[in-house]
């Protein structure tokens, strides 16, 4: 028979053992105190993929032991003193972890078993897109958030339903949101949720920046404000010539001589504001000739746009046309826009954000991919995030024609509402034939055709987002004579059929305070 061969510490083990044995009768082990312990992980635990933080300890040390998962052998790494198990990826599903100590002087020693479940798949997400908040309000984030235990929003914190619905608070500023869905293994998703300011509507006069550098009729208009017949300053960042009414520092701008200097940006904010008026931003995007001059002379033909003999368009004068989808002409007015934003004024509203009007098959824009509308749209779903990290709202002039012809000047109001705060409608009397929308003589209908033409357009702007609808009026004189009962007869008109704002037109900007009751 072989001899056991005993190395001197087991040799010295044994003898110990047995003569305290044959003295006191004592347990060779403690019954509290397992032969191994599965640290971070515990019955029922639900992990995301993976044992990363799962370890193996024994109060006897780690050589001998073993472990099984699913009954298949599950090989274990040396970290220090304590085991890690090495695999890698789990499948989902129920799983079981057992670890078996090695045999001890007595027999087999009893195992650590824990059953747990892997779950690597995020809750399922879906978050309305909240209605436009009020400034100064809360509003509210609804979605459901299938599978998830906790949903957040910015500091705020909710469990679901059973049916997964949420509602978090959100505050008017938050501008967007960031809405997380955790589930029990830690699976997380996130959606980043914008939130709308709801513009707060208007009374308003228009204002050109020469207008606004006379004092003749800078103070009849600051005497409107104060008599509370208007709320509202619509000034003229660049006009129609493609000048900018201050000195702007658009590296552009200054290159091409864009600038004026016909008021100081920031004393005429700081006046308005004093007299808290809210400051809207005229910014006439495409018909620019100072731009459009410039950039022919200068070689860079695609920033206008040209017949199809390769000569500039020449609808609205010489090189008067830009190019909306060329990449410099739309930065070049978001610059503008951004700009102004960072000045102070409260909201930019675009005026010529179109095409020209007039036969499109002898038009070429350089460079464009889309549709004339679908490239308009895409200028200000860019310009509205730039403007809206600004604080500044966005609005976009349009045609009175463009709700029922959009393809004519490339405005399609339910894309446009989109991605603006309002559209403003030019539902000027005088600029409808005879006969549009059932009325006989617009301009001397004035009540009728604002009435009826600002209803499509208000139907037409709920189809694909909140934008309100801000009308241009008619504050001036063509084939009639238009007085205070006339511009009294389109304000009422907006109002009888919901819209309590409006922004009035005078190119001279000499507006009757009698057409504009105190408020």
Sequence with gaps: MPRLKMSPQWIVTIVSVTAVAAAV??????????????????????????????????????????????????????????LRPDVGELSEGWHTLVVVPPPDLFGNAEPARVTFKVDGTPPELRVQPP???????????????????????????????????????????????????????????????????????????HMTASAWASAELR?????????????????????????????????????????????????????????????VGRLVAFRDPILGKASWEAGEYDRVIQDTGGNAWAGYGEYSFTNFADPEVRAYNIALAEEAAELGFDDILYDYIRRPDGDVSQMVFPGLTAT????????????????????????????????????????????????????????????????????????????????????????????????????????FSMGVSYGPEEIRAQIQAAEDIGIDSFLLWNAASRYDARALPPT
């Design 25 to 82: 009768a004592i347990p060779l082990s403690i019954p509290d105190r397992p032969d191994a312990t599965i640290l971070g992980l515990s019955d029922e635990t639900v992990l995301p993929t993976a044992l990363r933080d799962v370890v193996i300890s024994s109060q006897h040390g780690i050589d001998g032991l073993k472990a099984t998962l699913d009954d298949e052998p599950l090989p274990l790494r040396r970290d220090g003193d304590r």
């Design 131 to 205: 209605e436009p908040v009020k400034n100064g309000a809360d509003g509210e984030i609804r979605g459901t958030a299938r599978d998830a235990v906790v949903v957040t929003a910015g500091d705020n914190e909710v469990h679901p339903n059973e049916d997964g619905s949420f509602v978090l608070p959100v505050k008017a500023g938050a501008r967007t949101v960031t809405v997380t869905a955790r589930d029990a293994a830690g699976n997380t998703v996130i959606e980043e949720v914008p939130v709308v300011l709801r513009h707060p509507g208007m009374k308003a006069v």
């Design 219 to 279: 103070e009849p208009v600051l005497e409107l404000v104060r008599e509370g017949r208007i709320d509202t300053v619509q000034l003229d960042i660049k006009d129609e010539s493609g000048q900018i009414g201050y000195a702007s520092q658009v590296p552009l701008a200054q290159r091409i001589g864009a600038n004026t200097g016909l008021y100081d940006a920031r004393e005429a904010l700081d006046t308005l504001h004093s007299e808290g008026v809210h400051v």
């Design 372 to 475: 004339p509308e679908e490239s308009i749209t895409s200028f200000l779903a860019e310009s509205r995030v730039a403007l809206h990290k600004h604080g500044a709202f966005q609005g976009a002039s349009v045609f009175g024609i463009a709700a029922s012809r959009p393809e004519q000047i490339a405005q399609d109001i339910p894309s446009i509402s989109e991605h603006v705060d309002y559209v403003a409608p030019m539902v000027y009397p005088s600029h409808w034939g005879p006969g549009e929308y059932g009325v006989e003589s617009p301009e001397n209908q004035p009540y009728d055709i604002t009435a009826r033409s600002l209803a499509d357009f208000q139907e037409l702007a709920k189809e694909n987002g909140h934008a309100k609808v801000i009308p241009w009026l008619q504050a």
